[in-house]
C-alpha cells in the first residue's frame, strides 16, 4: 500500500533547529538488563548533543539491573514455599529469537514477534494467523484484539487482528515508537525536519486526527488513552550537564498539551495510562504518577537509592508495581504497589532476583529466570511454579493463569 497522505498539523516552534538523525533507543522490545548491548552510532561530533547522548546513556546504564540471577525459586520473606502449577500447553518460537517485551495479550491469546515472524495463538496454543513480516527490528504492541508492529528505526509498520492482518503501510519517515488502541487508532513517533520527533495520530480508516513535533526532548516513549483521544510523551535531555526528562499530556483536541511535567536529575523510559485521571512514568530514580484535573499534579515515588529490576503498569485496575532491588545486585527484591494517586499500598519483601512483573486484578505473578511466584496483593504468595528453562518474561491472562516465554518455547500454565 501507499504511504500516508497527512493532513495539516499542529506544530510548535522549535528553539533550536536539529537536522542531524538519530537513533532511538526502544524501551518496549528487550528486558531492563539488555539496554546496553543496543548497537550505537555516532552522530556528528556537536559537543552538546554528546553530552546529551552520554548522559542519558550513562543513567540509564547505572540505573538498569545488569545482573542475571542464577538462584533456584525462593520464597517472600517468612512465606513457605509451595511448587503448583499445571501445563496447558507449550508452543515452540517460529524464528530465531523473540526479545522480551514481544509476547503480548491480544484478544482471549497472545501473540508475539519474532526476528521473522507475527504469531497470533488462541488460550489452547492452537495458532490463529502466523506469517512473515519482513521487519528488521520488530517491536510489538497491543491492546485488546489489535497489534501494531513496526520496523524500529525504518519506515514500514502492520497492523493486525487475532485472526489476520489488517494493513501494512509505510510511513514518510523513520519510526521511533508506536501504539494503539482496541479500536484501530494508532499513533507513531517518527524523524522529522528541524525537530527532535514527531507524533502522528491515526483513526482505524488511516487519515490523521492529530500531529504534534517535539524540539526540546528526544523522545523516549508514549502511549494512547483507551479512547485514543489523548495521549502521553515522555522525552529526556539535558541542561547545563543535568539529565532533565519531560512528561508531555497530550488531549487531541487542543494544540498544546495540557500539562508538561519538567523532572531533574532523572531519566524518564516509559509511560502509560492507568485510568482515563491518571499516568504513570517510569524513570530511572522513581516512578512519577500525573494526576488530578488535567494531569496537573504529579508526584514522585522515589526508589530511595535501590535498583529497578522490572515493572508493570495496569490500566485495568490502576496500579504500577515496581520491583526494587534492596542488595542492588538484582537480588533480594520488593515488589511496591503504586496506585493511581501517587501512594505506595502494598510492600512485598521478597528474596528472589525479579526479572519480570504481571499483574491481573489482585495477582502478581514475578519471574526470576528459574520459576514463577504468584503473589496476592495483600503479600501472601498464592503458589509457585518451577521452570526447567530460564524465564525471560511472564504476563498473567487470568488470576491463575500466566504465559511464560522461555528461550526457545511459549508455555501456558496454570498456578
Not at 211 to 229: E, I, K
Not at 255 to 278: G, N, Q, W
Not at 333 to 349: F, Q, V
Request: charge should be neutral; hydrophobic fraction near 35%.
Amino acid at each position: 500500500m501507499g504511504k500516508i497522505k497527512k493532513k495539516a498539523s499542529h506544530y510548535r516552534k522549535p528553539e533550536k533547529s536539529v537536522k542531524d538523525e538519530r537513533q532511538v533507543m526502544s524501551f518496549e522490545q528487550l528486558p531492563l538488563d539488555e539496554y546496553e548491548n543496543q548497537e550505537k552510532t555516532s552522530p556528528p561530533l556537536d559537543k552538546k548533543r554528546i553530552l546529551i547522548a552520554v548522559l542519558i546513556l550513562a543513567a540509564l546504564v547505572l540505573s538498569v539491573l545488569l545482573y542475571f540471577t542464577g538462584g533456584a525459586l525462593s520464597s517472600c520473606t517468612g512465606c513457605s514455599v509451595k511448587s503448583e502449577g499445571e501445563e496447558r500447553f507449550s508452543a515452540g518460537i517460529t524464528g530465531s529469537t523473540l526479545d522480551a517485551g514481544n509476547l503480548r495479550l491480544l484478544s482471549d491469546g497472545v501473540c508475539y514477534a519474532s526476528d521473522t515472524d507475527f504469531v497470533s495463538l488462541d488460550k489452547n496454543g492452537n495458532i490463529r494467523y502466523s506469517e512473515q513480516h519482513g521487519l528488521s527490528h520488530p517491536i510489538l504492541r497491543t491492546k485488546g484484539g489489535k497489534a501494531i508492529a513496526y520496523d524500529l528505526s525504518s519506515n514500514s509498520y502492520s497492523v493486525y487482528s487475532a485472526s489476520g492482518r489488517d494493513f501494512t503501510l509505510e510511513a514518510e519517515k523513520k519510526i521511533f515508537l508506536a501504539d494503539i488502541t482496541s479500536e484501530g487508532i494508532y499513533a507513531l513517533v517518527t524523524e522529522t525536519m528541524g525537530y527532535n520527533a514527531k507524533l502522528s495520530v491515526y483513526d482505524a480508516d488511516h487519515s490523521l486526527m492529530f500531529a504534534y513535533s517535539f524540539a526540546d526532548y528526544y523522545v523516549t516513549s508514549m502511549a494512547l488513552n483507551s479512547s485514543g483521544t489523548g495521549a502521553v510523551v515522555c522525552g529526556a535531555s539535558a541542561q547545563d550537564g543535568v539529565r532533565t526528562s519531560a512528561v508531555y499530556v497530550l488531549d487531541f483536541t487542543k494544540e498544546e498539551p495540557v500539562a508538561k511535567h519538567i523532572i531533574s536529575e532523572d531519566t524518564v523510559f516509559d509511560c502509560d495510562y492507568l485510568s482515563s485521571r491518571s499516568l504513570c512514568a517510569i524513570g530511572s530514580k522513581g516512578a512519577y504518577i500525573c494526576s488530578g484535573k488535567g494531569f496537573s499534579r504529579i508526584e514522585k515515588v522515589s526508589y530511595n537509592g535501590m535498583s529497578l529490576t522490572a515493572y508493570d503498569l495496569n490500566s485495568d485496575v490502576g496500579v504500577a508495581v515496581v520491583s526494587l532491588s534492596r542488595s542492588g545486585d538484582g537480588r533480594n527484591c520488593n515488589l511496591e504497589y503504586i496506585n493511581s494517586s501517587g501512594k505506595i499500598e502494598k510492600t512485598i519483601e521478597t528474596d528472589l532476583g525479579v526479572t519480570s512483573v504481571s499483574t491481573y486484578k489482585d495477582r502478581v505473578a514475578v519471574s526470576d529466570y528459574r520459576g514463577i511466584s504468584l503473589y496476592r496483593s495483600n503479600g501472601s504468595l498464592v503458589t509457585s511454579y518451577k521452570l526447567s528453562t530460564n524465564c525471560k518474561q511472564v504476563r498473567l491472562f487470568s488470576a491463575s493463569g500466566v504465559y511464560i516465554l522461555g528461550l526457545d518455547s511459549i508455555l501456558s500454565v496454570s498456578l
